[in-house]
C-alpha cells in the first residue's frame, strides 16, 4: 500500500490528481463545520445524541455526513441524496424499458441517465431539507428550549427558506465536488467523501473510548480492549471477503479461420463473494427506519396503562419491536439483508445472458452442456456464493447491536458498516492508483 502511495507521488500527472482531490477533501469538511443560520445547534446536537444512536438510520445518515448532521451545517444532507438518486435509477434501470435502452446507447444514453439522475438527486434534496426542516422544527432542549429561533411570523418565514436553501445548496455543492473529483482527482467523487466523513469521525470516537477507559477502568477496559480486537479481525475479514470470488472455469473451443488457430484458452468467470457491496445494508436500514421515523412525527405512549386505547397500545408496541436496541430488530434486519442481497444480485447477473453470451463465443463449461444448463449452473453458483456473502454483510451489519446489548457500549459509528464502507472505498481507490500507475509504466513496444 505505501509503495503504490510513494510510486504515485513520483509521477507528476498522478500526483497533482492526489493533492486535487485532498484539496476537495479540506474544502468538504470546512463545509461541515459551517452552520445554518436561526438555529440553536446546542439544542440540535443535544437532540441527535440521543436519538441517533443504537445503529438507527438518523445515526448512520449522521454518520456518512461527517458528523455534519448533528451539528445542522450547509452539509448535513451530505452524499445521501446522489446517493439515494443513483440507487433508484439503477433499479428503474431495470424495471423501465426506455430507461434501459438509454443504458444501452452508449455514451449518449449514459449522459441523458447522468442528467435524469441530476434531476432526481435535486428533488430528493428539496424533500430532504423540507423532512430536516421539519424535525428541526420539533426539537425541544431540556430546558424546552426550540432548537429553530424563529418559527412564526415574516421571521419564520424567512428562517424556514433560509435554511432549506441552505441544505439543497450544500448538497448540491458536495454533488459538483464529487463530480470534480470523478474528473480531475483519483477514485470515486462520492465514495471517497463518505469515506472522509466516516474517517474524521473515528479519532472522536477513539477519544470518547479512551475518556471511559480513563474515567472507569475496571468497568470499561476489558470491553474497550476486547471491540479494539473484534475491530482488528474484521478489518481483515472484509478485505478477505471484498478480494474473494468463485472462479467459474470457462473452455473456448479452437476453430480455424485460413492458417490462423482462434481460440482454445482456459480462462474463468469471477463472481465477487460480497458482489453487492453494502447496498443490501442501506436498502435493509432504509425499510427499517420507516418505524422509528414516524415516531419522531407522532411519538407513542411512554408505557401501556388502564387508559390506553386499543390504537395507541398497537401503535407502542409496534414501534417497541422495531427498537434498534431489541434483538428482534437485529433478526429482521438480517433476513432484509438476506433478502435485499439477492435481489441486487438478480438485477446485477442475468444467468441467461451469461449463458447466451458462453455459446455466441464458442465457450463452455467444462462438464456443462451449453443452454438451460449453464443458465441452472451459473444460477446455482450465484445462489450459494449469494447466502454466504448476505450471511457475512448480516453479521457485520447486527454487530453493532449485539455489542451495544451485551456491553451497553455505544460503537455504532466504528461498527461494522462503517467499516465496510471505508475498507471497500479504500481498496477501489488503491486498485484505481494502480490501475493509472500501470498505465504510465507499461513497457514500450522496443524493450
Same mark, same amino acid.
Given at each position: 500500500m505505501?509503495?503504490?502511495?510513494k510510486?504515485?507521488?513520483?509521477?507528476p500527472?498522478?500526483?497533482s490528481?492526489?493533492l486535487?482531490t485532498l484539496?476537495?477533501i479540506?474544502?468538504?469538511?470546512l463545509?461541515?463545520?459551517?452552520t #445554518?443560520p436561526?438555529?440553536d445547534?446546542?439544542?440540535v446536537t443535544?437532540w441527535m445524541?440521543?436519538?441517533?444512536s443504537?445503529?438507527?438510520f438518523?445515526?448512520y445518515?449522521?454518520?456518512?455526513s461527517?458528523g455534519?448532521?448533528?451539528k445542522a451545517t450547509? @452539509? /448535513?444532507l451530505g452524499?445521501t441524496?446522489?446517493?439515494n438518486a443513483s440507487i433508484?435509477m439503477?433499479?428503474l434501470?431495470?424495471?423501465?424499458?426506455?430507461?434501459?435502452?438509454?443504458q444501452q446507447?452508449?455514451?449518449?444514453?449514459?449522459?441523458k441517465?447522468?442528467?435524469?439522475t441530476?434531476?432526481?438527486?435535486l428533488g430528493?434534496s428539496?424533500?430532504m431539507?423540507i423532512a430536516?426542516?421539519i424535525? &428541526?422544527?420539533?426539537?425541544k432542549?431540556?430546558?424546552n428550549?426550540a432548537?429553530i429561533k424563529?418559527t412564526?411570523g415574516?421571521a419564520? #418565514? #424567512?428562517?424556514?427558506l433560509v435554511?432549506?436553501?441552505?441544505f439543497?445548496?450544500?448538497?448540491s455543492?458536495? #454533488?459538483?465536488?464529487?463530480?470534480?473529483?470523478?474528473e480531475k482527482?483519483i477514485?470515486?467523487?462520492m465514495s471517497i467523501l463518505?469515506f472522509?466523513?466516516?474517517?474524521?469521525?473515528?479519532p472522536?470516537?477513539?477519544?470518547?473510548?479512551?475518556g &471511559?477507559?480513563?474515567?472507569?477502568p475496571?468497568q470499561? !477496559?476489558?470491553?474497550?480492549?476486547?471491540y479494539a480486537i473484534?475491530?482488528?479481525i474484521?478489518v481483515?475479514?472484509i478485505?478477505v471477503?471484498n478480494e474473494?470470488e468463485?472462479?467459474?472455469p470457462v473452455q473456448?473451443?479452437?476453430?480455424?479461420?485460413g492458417?490462423k488457430q482462434?481460440?482454445?484458452?482456459?480462462?474463468?468467470i469471477?463472481?465477487?463473494?460480497?458482489?453487492s457491496g453494502?447496498m443490501?445494508i442501506? !436498502?435493509?436500514?432504509s425499510f427499517m427506519?420507516?418505524p422509528s421515523t414516524?415516531?419522531?412525527?407522532?411519538?407513542?405512549v411512554?408505557?401501556?396503562?388502564?387508559?390506553?386505547t386499543m390504537?395507541?397500545?398497537?401503535?407502542y408496541?409496534f414501534i417497541n !419491536?422495531?427498537?434498534?436496541?431489541?434483538y428482534?430488530?437485529a433478526?429482521?434486519? !438480517?433476513? &432484509?439483508?438476506?433478502a435485499?442481497?439477492? @435481489?441486487?444480485?438478480a438485477?446485477?447477473?442475468n444467468?441467461i445472458?451469461?449463458?447466451?453470451? &458462453?455459446?455466441?463465443?464458442?465457450?463452455a463449461?467444462?462438464g456443462?452442456k451449453p443452454?438451460?444448463p449453464t443458465?441452472?449452473?451459473?444460477q446455482?453458483?450465484?445462489?450459494?456464493?449469494?447466502?454466504?456473502?448476505?450471511v457475512?454483510?448480516?453479521l457485520v451489519?447486527? @454487530?453493532?447491536?449485539?455489542?451495544?446489548?451485551?456491553?451497553n457500549?455505544?460503537v /455504532?459509528s466504528?461498527?461494522g458498516?462503517?467499516?465496510?464502507?471505508c475498507?471497500?472505498v479504500?481498496?477501489?481507490t488503491?486498485?484505481?492508483?494502480?490501475?493509472q500507475?500501470?498505465?504510465?509504466?507499461?513497457?514500450g513496444?522496443?524493450?
Amino acid at each position: 500500500m505505501f509503495k503504490t502511495l510513494k510510486n504515485a507521488w513520483g509521477v507528476p500527472e498522478i500526483r497533482s490528481k492526489l493533492l486535487f482531490t485532498l484539496l476537495i477533501i479540506v474544502i468538504f469538511r470546512l463545509g461541515s463545520t459551517i452552520t #445554518v443560520p436561526f438555529l440553536d445547534t446546542a439544542v440540535v446536537t443535544e437532540w441527535m445524541d440521543q436519538h441517533a444512536s443504537g445503529g438507527n438510520f438518523l445515526e448512520y445518515l449522521n454518520i456518512i455526513s461527517g458528523g455534519a448532521l448533528s451539528k445542522a451545517t450547509i @452539509f /448535513s444532507l451530505g452524499v445521501t441524496p446522489a446517493i439515494n438518486a443513483s440507487i433508484i435509477m439503477q433499479l428503474l434501470t431495470y424495471a423501465l424499458p426506455p430507461l434501459e435502452r438509454l443504458q444501452q446507447e452508449g455514451e449518449s444514453g449514459r449522459k441523458k441517465l447522468n442528467r435524469i439522475t441530476s434531476f432526481v438527486t435535486l428533488g430528493l434534496s428539496i424533500f430532504m431539507a423540507i423532512a430536516y426542516y421539519i424535525t &428541526l422544527k420539533n426539537m425541544k432542549g431540556e430546558d424546552n428550549t426550540a432548537a429553530i429561533k424563529y418559527t412564526t411570523g415574516a421571521a419564520g #418565514v #424567512v428562517a424556514m427558506l433560509v435554511i432549506i436553501l441552505s441544505f439543497i445548496a450544500g448538497a448540491s455543492l458536495v #454533488v459538483w465536488m464529487g463530480n470534480r473529483i470523478n474528473e480531475k482527482g483519483i477514485g470515486n467523487g462520492m465514495s471517497i467523501l463518505i469515506f472522509a466523513g466516516i474517517v474524521a469521525r473515528i479519532p472522536i470516537d477513539i477519544g470518547t473510548l479512551g475518556g &471511559l477507559v480513563l474515567d472507569d477502568p475496571k468497568q470499561y !477496559f476489558a470491553k474497550v480492549f476486547i471491540y479494539a480486537i473484534i475491530f482488528v479481525i474484521m478489518v481483515v475479514g472484509i478485505v478477505v471477503m471484498n478480494e474473494a470470488e468463485r472462479r467459474i472455469p470457462v473452455q473456448y473451443a479452437k476453430r480455424v479461420v485460413g492458417r490462423k488457430q482462434y481460440g482454445g484458452q482456459n480462462t474463468h468467470i469471477p463472481i465477487k463473494v460480497c458482489m453487492s457491496g453494502v447496498m443490501p445494508i442501506i !436498502f435493509a436500514m432504509s425499510f427499517m427506519s420507516l418505524p422509528s421515523t414516524i415516531s419522531m412525527f407522532k411519538a407513542p405512549v411512554d408505557a401501556i396503562t388502564d387508559t390506553t386505547t386499543m390504537g395507541q397500545k398497537i401503535y407502542y408496541y409496534f414501534i417497541n !419491536f422495531f427498537n434498534t436496541r431489541t434483538y428482534t430488530y437485529a433478526v429482521v434486519y !438480517f433476513i &432484509l439483508i438476506i433478502a435485499f442481497n439477492y @435481489f441486487y444480485v438478480a438485477i446485477q447477473y442475468n444467468p441467461i445472458e451469461m449463458a447466451n453470451g &458462453l455459446r455466441q463465443s464458442n465457450g463452455a463449461i467444462p462438464g456443462i452442456k451449453p443452454g438451460k444448463p449453464t443458465s441452472d449452473y451459473i444460477q446455482r453458483v450465484l445462489s450459494k456464493v449469494g447466502l454466504v456473502g448476505a450471511v457475512f454483510l448480516g453479521l457485520v451489519a447486527i @454487530f453493532p447491536i449485539i455489542f451495544l446489548n451485551i456491553t451497553n457500549l455505544d460503537v /455504532s459509528s466504528m461498527g461494522g458498516t462503517s467499516i465496510l464502507i471505508c475498507v471497500s472505498v479504500a481498496l477501489e481507490t488503491f486498485r484505481t492508483l494502480e490501475s493509472q500507475l500501470m498505465m504510465r509504466h507499461h513497457p514500450g513496444f522496443l524493450d
